[in-house]
């Protein structure tokens, strides 16, 4: 929060300084790269500039800790795919096509620098160790409430309720 002139605080955000509803539908049409005609319209020769730009030092070093780290290769491909069209290189029908070719180009990249325990797609995430992380954190709660009791008394838990309204005078305390 900051302090007004008169030391009086005032939000951070001012939920009145935003978009009307309709507002975009009276901008100036072509002020996004995916409104204008795409780059590629090819899926082939578009494939073959993604094979040049994956296989530069830089982007074969950055998609290696990706999946080395454990991100799915879906997910890689998915988001150079969204970009790609976000930044107007292609439409979204060029972009479904290229899908499965780019993942099948991150994993042989993948496959080739021998990147153990490679996965594929989404679904190869497990979370075997989330739920056993929950079961051994709910196992101590247990464990902890048994042996000190609640972890703090019934009366502290909740404040009590206020009554009467927003401009009702304050109640005595006893």
Do not use: C
């Not at 578009?46 to 094979?51: A, G, K, Q, S």
């Not at 890689?76 to 970009?83: E, G």
């Amino acid at each position: 929060m900051k302090l007004t002139s008169d030391n009086t605080a005032s939000p951070e955000v001012d939920p009145f300084n935003a978009p009307i509803p309709g507002q975009s539908l009276t901008d100036e049409p072509g002020n996004y790269p995916w409104e204008h005609p795409p780059k590629h319209d090819d899926p082939e020769k578009l494939l073959d500039v993604l094979w040049d730009t994956l296989t530069q030092k830089e982007a074969v070093e950055e998609i290696l800790v990706m999946l080395d780290a454990g991100v799915p290769v879906e997910a890689i491909a998915r988001v150079l795919v969204f970009t790609g069209f976000a930044e107007g290189e292609y439409n979204p029908d060029v972009g479904f096509m290229i899908v499965e070719p780019l993942m099948e180009m991150i994993t042989a990249i993948g496959i080739k620098a021998g990147i153990k325990n490679l996965k594929i797609t989404l679904k190869d995430i497990s979370n075997k160790k989330f739920k056993k992380t929950m079961a051994q954190l709910k196992v101590a709660n247990k464990e902890t409430e048994n042996n000190n009791g609640p972890m703090m008394p019934a009366e502290e838990a909740l404040p009590s309720p206020a009554l009467g309204g927003l401009l009702s005078k304050p109640q005595e305390s006893e």
